[in-house]
């Protein structure tokens, strides 16, 4: 017998003993114990025997953290506090709801929509500007997808919807957009621009 000892970064280790537990818990019961279970289906992991992925990796973290305002550390459930780099890199990686949590800290409401905007949704917004950044004067190709009023509180929908390229994207915060099918930008020294969508 021998012993492997595997060095892995936090989201990655907590994935994947999560899924070799969910693995070893969906074994017909026998003689094994759970520990020589868990190494048997890592084993056929390492092997190929086993390839699909089917636990969830939950991160909490803040949306000024989310948004790049802070660097207050992430929570990764099982395993607990993580840089905030690497916390907002997973929470890019799925689908992710908004949870809204009272005085102590405690849930008290959560999101109905996820974050992310479907495929259709992109399409449809892409389609919308012609493939162009919607900010006024622009004529850069749409790069990102962003909500006009922010998520949670703007749901994930063509509504509110707009394409940007990166730059405008991270810049748009020190704009007020609304959007009544045009879309209305005010600076915030109080100009006022307005974009079309592309008419077909």
Same mark, same amino acid.
């Given at each position: 017998?021998?012993?492997?000892?595997?060095?892995?970064?936090? %989201?990655?280790?907590?994935? !994947?003993? #999560?899924?070799?537990?969910?693995?070893?818990?969906?074994?017909?019961?026998?003689?094994?114990?759970?520990?020589?279970?868990?190494?048997?289906?890592?084993?056929?992991?390492?092997? /190929?025997?086993?390839?699909?992925?089917?636990?969830?990796?939950?991160?909490?973290?803040?949306?000024?953290?989310?948004? /790049? !305002?802070?660097?207050?550390?992430? #929570?990764?459930?099982?395993? /607990?506090? +993580?840089?905030?780099?690497?916390?907002?890199?997973?929470?890019?990686?799925?689908? @992710?709801?908004?949870?809204?949590?009272?005085?102590?800290?405690? !849930?008290?409401?959560?999101?109905?929509?996820?974050?992310? %905007?479907?495929?259709?949704?992109?399409?449809?917004?892409?389609?919308?500007?012609?493939? +162009?950044?919607?900010?006024? /004067?622009?004529?850069?190709?749409? #790069?990102?997808?962003?909500? +006009?009023? %922010?998520? %949670?509180?703007?749901?994930?929908?063509?509504?509110?919807? #707009?394409?940007?390229?990166? @730059?405008?994207?991270?810049?748009?915060?020190?704009?007020?957009?609304?959007?009544?099918?045009?879309?209305?930008?005010?600076?915030?020294?109080?100009?006022?621009?307005?974009?079309?969508?592309?008419?077909?």
């Amino acid at each position: 017998m021998a012993k492997l000892v595997w060095v892995l970064p936090a %989201p990655e280790a907590h994935q !994947l003993f #999560q899924q070799i537990c969910a693995d070893a818990e969906s074994l017909p019961k026998d003689d094994r114990t759970t520990d020589q279970k868990r190494s048997d289906v890592l084993l056929d992991r390492l092997l /190929g025997t086993r390839t699909n992925w089917n636990v969830r990796t939950f991160v909490t973290i803040s949306m000024e953290t989310l948004l /790049g !305002l802070t660097n207050d550390p992430g #929570q990764l459930a099982g395993y /607990g506090a +993580i840089a905030a780099d690497a916390a907002r890199e997973l929470a890019m990686q799925g689908p @992710f709801r908004g949870l809204l949590l009272a005085e102590y800290r405690q !849930l008290s409401a959560i999101s109905t929509g996820t974050y992310r %905007p479907t495929v259709l949704m992109k399409e449809a917004t892409l389609a919308r500007s012609a493939g +162009i950044c919607t900010a006024p /004067g622009c004529t850069r190709p749409v #790069q990102e997808h962003d909500h +006009i009023t %922010p998520w %949670p509180a703007g749901p994930a929908e063509v509504a509110n919807l #707009q394409g940007l390229c990166t @730059f405008h994207h991270r810049k748009h915060d020190d704009y007020t957009v609304t959007r009544d099918g045009t879309a209305h930008w005010t600076t915030p020294t109080g100009r006022h621009h307005t974009t079309q969508p592309a008419c077909y």
